[in-house]
């Protein structure tokens, strides 16, 4: 896992440009005639243009009403089990001491505020790194049942991506005849993780966290949507994973069920 989080860093913002910038610095000591130290300057033009592209909120405005636009139609069905899908946890190093990650919190809320009562639930999500203790499954379903006291019906303690939360959960539920859930990620997420549990064999009713609409603070309208911020650039790499993350599924298999 840790592979395939080096391989999407190197892919989008920051660090793309900054790759660029330093490949710029280095075609610069290249002999004047050389063709490289030639192209140093506008290489170092183009990269800067980059980054400050992505790091405004005009463009990742632009880039999560794209990215929601990807989503498939919801077919006309009654869910048969309500997923919610793992969005991380915090955890000290030192102590190890785990909780729940803000996004996470909010799937588990919004499924509580938002899905109907009656239908079984499904929590999803293991171990991604090294040293972590209880699974997402896990931490979820305690939330769940001792502050919200809702029951959990199932819980998907291996997956370490959403492609394994999709084969993983698909198994579980199939066995007990569900074909048919209602899935709770955040919107930016709802699209390839819908499309995994599709492929996966079940038919998908979204039930996204938030929505492009609040894409845009306040604090950033007028003049401000054209200069660069951090929290802009945040939200460009989220989109731009989640975009790349989709096209490299379409071309992939699904995995195998995974146990641990």
């Not at 899905?115 to 972590?132: A, H, T």
């Not at 198994?171 to 955040?186: C, I, Q, R, W, Y």
């Amino acid at each position: 896992m840790e592979l395939q989080t080096a391989l999407a860093t190197l892919a989008t913002p920051p660090m793309a440009p900054l790759v660029g910038l330093l490949l710029a610095l280095v075609f610069w000591f290249f002999p004047a005639s050389s063709p490289f130290a030639k192209l140093s300057l506008p290489l170092a033009i183009l990269c800067v243009l980059a980054l400050w592209t992505f790091a405004t909120p005009a463009f990742s405005g632009w880039l999560g009403q794209h990215l929601a636009s990807q989503q498939r139609e919801a077919p006309d069905v009654e869910p048969g089990a309500l997923v919610i899908l793992g969005g991380g946890r915090y955890r000290d190093a030192q102590s190890g001491s785990e909780r729940l990650s803000a996004a996470t919190l909010e799937r588990v809320h919004q499924a509580v505020a938002d899905g109907p009562k009656g239908l079984p639930i499904l929590v999803s999500g293991g171990r991604v790194y090294e040293g972590e203790q209880a699974s997402e499954a896990r931490m979820m379903a305690e939330a769940l049942e001792n502050f919200y006291q809702r029951t959990v019906s199932w819980r998907e303690n291996c997956s370490r991506s959403t492609a394994e939360n999709a084969s993983n959960s698909a198994a579980l539920l199939h066995d007990s005849g569900v074909e048919s859930v209602l899935l709770v990620t955040h919107w930016w997420h709802m699209p390839r993780a819908a499309e995994s549990f599709a492929r996966a064999g079940l038919q998908v009713v979204p039930l996204p966290v938030g929505s492009p609409g609040e894409l845009v603070p306040r604090g950033e309208s007028g003049l401000l949507r054209w200069l660069p911020s951090a929290a802009a650039l945040s939200r460009t790499q989220v989109y731009l994973r989640e975009l790349l993350a989709d096209h490299w599924y379409r071309w992939r298999p699904l995995p195998k069920v995974r146990h641990c």
